[in-house]
């Protein structure tokens, strides 16, 4: 469902820099601002994306696509059973949509019940690899579960098919986990020049700073 062929220029330098332990810091190579403009980017490529998906939803099964909606509008408002039990009726219709399956397994995911979460983002992998968002969760569950091999697989998967800030970051904490310090680091530094004062950029800090203790 979900297919990108195109990195840009300047994330494709950083995909190769996550690869390779002998570079030098990012810090020194990258401008701040052309590396949070390029995220920007990203993010819009995956807004387009997940559009794509919606319309595609909405052409096959579209009594499936008005139960996400209002799956969606339910967990905005925190009500995340009601939005499980929203995307289970959803899926009744499609049942293997890739859409649907990482939604409902984000939705578990964001209640903290791991078996179900891990279940259907398996599920979604499965049925469909190219997307990142899928992968960026079951490499967040595995990461979690200190299965630390399986979560640096599924985070370089994710971030080769759409680099974003949550999936850099989660990639860090894993490869400081595995002992490699350098490429947290690395991975550390892109986060805090794309996120400075954010949630992701003051965690990054602290990561780091932990690396130097």
Do not use: W
């Not at 994330?11 to 690869?19: A, E, M």
């Not at 570079?23 to 590396?35: E, F, G, H, I, Q």
């Not at 009726?89 to 049942?95: D, E, L, V």
């Not at 890739?98 to 409902?104: E, Q």
């Amino acid at each position: 469902m979900y297919r990108i062929y195109h990195i840009c220029p300047l994330l494709l330098i950083f995909i190769l820099l996550l690869t390779s332990c002998s570079m030098k810091s990012v810090v020194d190579r990258n401008d701040p601002s052309l590396v949070k403009d390029t995220f920007k980017q990203e993010k819009q490529q995956g807004e387009i994306l997940y559009n794509q998906a919606l319309q595609q939803l909405g052409e096959t099964y579209p009594e499936a696509l008005e139960l996400y909606q209002q799956a969606r509008t339910a967990e905005a408002m925190g009500e995340l059973d009601n939005a499980i039990l929203i995307y289970h009726k959803a899926m009744q219709n499609a049942p293997e949509d890739g859409l649907l399956l990482t939604a409902l397994g984000m939705a578990y995911l964001r209640e903290e019940d791991i078996i179900p979460a891990r279940r259907y983002l398996r599920k979604a992998v499965n049925l469909d690899p190219d997307y990142y968002k899928s992968r960026l969760g079951l490499g967040y569950i595995y990461l979690q579960n200190k299965q630390i091999k399986q979560a640096v697989t599924q985070l370089e998967t994710s971030l080769l098919l759409l680099p974003t800030l949550e999936g850099t970051f989660l990639l860090g904490e894993a490869v400081k986990l595995q002992g490699n310090s350098l490429r947290a680091r690395q991975l550390y530094q892109i986060v805090i020049q794309a996120d400075k004062d954010g949630k992701l950029g003051k965690a990054a800090k602290s990561s780091l700073r932990s690396l130097s203790k």
